[in-house]
């Protein structure tokens, strides 16, 4: 019996397997017959692209993008503009950023100038006692750049003596006072002296006579000036020349052609400061300097105002030495000479030496030395005090600079012949001024 239904059993699950692997097997089969129908009826898939939902919506989207397609041009083209725009603006940016941060470099550079200065000249000390105590006089030389004009840098070599030398500066109309200046230069004794031809009926002068020259490469601004101009304009170049001859590392005694020698200057100088300049002053006071009370009876008890007063240095004749204050002397008289308005290159001498650094400007820190006024005499001096003193008749003055009379020439020749040739009388038929009218 039980064999009987153990055998049955194993029949019957025979029977169930079977079945069902039947209808896996019918299910498989209907599912391959409607692939292969999608397949041929569907060939891109039941979702595509092209499908008539999505066409409907695409059409659509694209009425509305042809319906603001202007509109869409119009703010395309603004946003060029606007993106155009801010571009240059932010090139603007970036060149304004870098010149307020080289302006700043520069402040910087100038904020701890002082100190840097010092640091160069020697070591930091401490201050000693009193009455012992003596300020920085002397700025050192700067370092010779021959690189600046070989041609000029070899005639100097030759000329120069303990590196320094007599300029002057001459064209044609100055030829008659040019022969005097050299020929009173040559008498002392002097060699070291140069005269920066301006024209080539200059260069043709000193080269008949022997006289030391140079003429300048080719400068259409500063020709034009030499060729013609006068004894003024001739003589505000100077300032732009001389600079070449300070980067050289030379020395330069500055001579106007006005003038007669009578002693090497070279034995009567300092050297311990930037600038030695005779003076336009005549006395004491005036050349050296004085207290000037200015009287406003208006202001009751505080009537009386202290001014400082001193007559100004001659640009006629001065001692410059190769150093930095010494160059930008020269470079900011030559930068104010060139622009407007028109300004005697004398008064602008003066003004960038002397006065003070205050708001807005930052002045020259240039050392200066006034040169003693008899023994380098301007002719006020000569010809309205020394000729008519007895004493000051017996000084001989290194020069004699004909600074104060129009009359140039014939003084000069009488100054010439009164302390080289010893004619006692030279002098007495000139007036102490000149017989000038407006």
Wanted: aromatic letters at 10%.
């Amino acid at each position: 019996m039980a064999g009987r239904r153990d055998g049955s059993l194993m029949r019957d699950n025979k029977t169930v397997q079977s079945s069902r692997g039947s209808r896996i097997a019918i299910a498989i089969a209907i599912g391959v017959l409607i692939g292969g129908f999608s397949a041929i009826l569907f060939p891109h898939g039941f979702f595509t692209p092209h499908s008539p939902i999505q066409n409907r919506r695409l059409s659509k989207s694209d009425l509305q993008i042809g319906a603001s397609s202007c509109e869409s041009e119009e703010k395309i083209n603004k946003l060029k503009s606007d993106i155009m725009g801010i571009t240059e603006k932010n090139g603007e940016l970036k060149k304004q950023i870098k010149e307020l941060t080289e302006k700043l470099r520069l402040a910087e550079q100038g904020k701890d100038q002082a100190q840097k200065q010092f640091l160069v000249l020697g070591e930091q000390h401490k201050a000693g006692p009193f009455g012992t105590v003596k300020g920085l006089r002397t700025n050192p030389p700067v370092i010779a750049d021959e690189s600046v004009n070989p041609r000029l840098a070899k005639i100097l070599e030759e000329v120069a003596v303990r590196n320094e030398l007599i300029v002057a500066l001459a064209n044609s109309n100055v030829r008659a006072m040019l022969e005097v200046w050299f020929t009173s230069i040559k008498k002392v004794g002097i060699a070291n002296y140069l005269v920066v031809a301006l024209d080539d009926g200059i260069a043709d002068f000193c080269k008949s006579n022997n006289v030391p020259f140079y003429k300048r490469d080719p400068d259409t601004g500063i020709d034009t000036v030499a060729r013609t101009g006068t004894n003024h304009a001739v003589s505000g170049l100077k300032f732009r020349i001389l600079r070449e001859f300070l980067q050289l590392g030379y020395s330069v005694l500055l001579s106007d052609v006005d003038i007669v020698y009578l002693q090497n200057p070279f034995d009567h100088l300092y050297r311990d400061s930037d600038v030695e300049s005779m003076t336009d002053g005549h006395n004491n006071m005036t050349a050296y300097g004085y207290n000037d009370v200015f009287d406003e009876p208006a202001m009751g008890w505080a009537r009386y105002a202290h001014t400082m007063r001193i007559w100004v240095y001659n640009s006629g004749f001065f001692y410059i030495r190769p150093t930095i204050p010494s160059i930008e002397l020269l470079d900011r008289v030559a930068d104010r000479l060139s622009r407007p308005p028109v300004a005697w290159d004398q008064a602008v001498f003066n003004e960038v030496l002397f006065f003070p650094s205050h708001p807005g400007y930052i002045g020259l820190h240039a050392a200066k030395r006034t040169m003693d006024f008899y023994l380098f005499m301007n002719s006020k001096v000569l010809f309205k005090t020394v000729r008519k003193d007895p004493n000051l008749k017996k000084l001989k003055p290194v020069i004699v600079h004909v600074n104060y009379h129009p009359d140039k020439l014939p003084r000069m020749k009488a100054v010439f012949e009164y302390y080289v040739n010893g004619k006692n009388d030279a002098l007495d038929h000139f007036p102490d001024g000149s017989d000038w009218q407006k």
